[in-house]
């Protein structure tokens, strides 16, 4: 099994879930963050003066799913986040030990 988290740029949610939802993947959690990569945050003008915003907003995607399955989600990500410009985002693959459904006692493959 394999953890994967992805931070995206806000817009691209909903393409990321399609792109998901078509690959069988049943569920994911969302959390809105703030960060920054290599472009440092941005400047922005407001009310006439400038401001220097390190810390854009962004979407962290953290879905569990089969080992087998890894390669394709991540794809899927990438190709259904990416814009070709800087500050797209990140997808970071982790091995997950163990899973468990608690409502039925369900472990690892079965509980995703």
């Known amino acids: 099994m394999k953890f994967i988290i992805a ?4 817009f691209k949610l ?7 939802t078509g690959l069988g993947v049943e569920g994911m959690t969302v959390t809105e963050v703030k960060g920054y990569g290599r472009q440092k945050g941005q400047t922005e003008i407001y009310r006439g003066a400038e401001y220097e915003i390190h810390f854009l907003p962004k979407v962290k995607i953290e879905v ?13 990500i990438g190709a259904a986040a990416g814009t070709g410009k800087i500050g797209d985002g990140k997808i970071f693959v982790v091995d997950l030990e163990k899973a468990v459904r608690i409502r039925t006692g369900e ?5 995703l």
């Open 64 to 76: 569990a799913v089969a080992g087998d399955q890894a390669e394709r989600v991540v794809e899927a």
């Open 107 to 111: 472990t690892d493959d079965q509980a």
């Open 7 to 10: 931070i995206i740029k806000p």
């Open 14 to 20: 909903d393409d990321v879930r399609e792109a998901l």
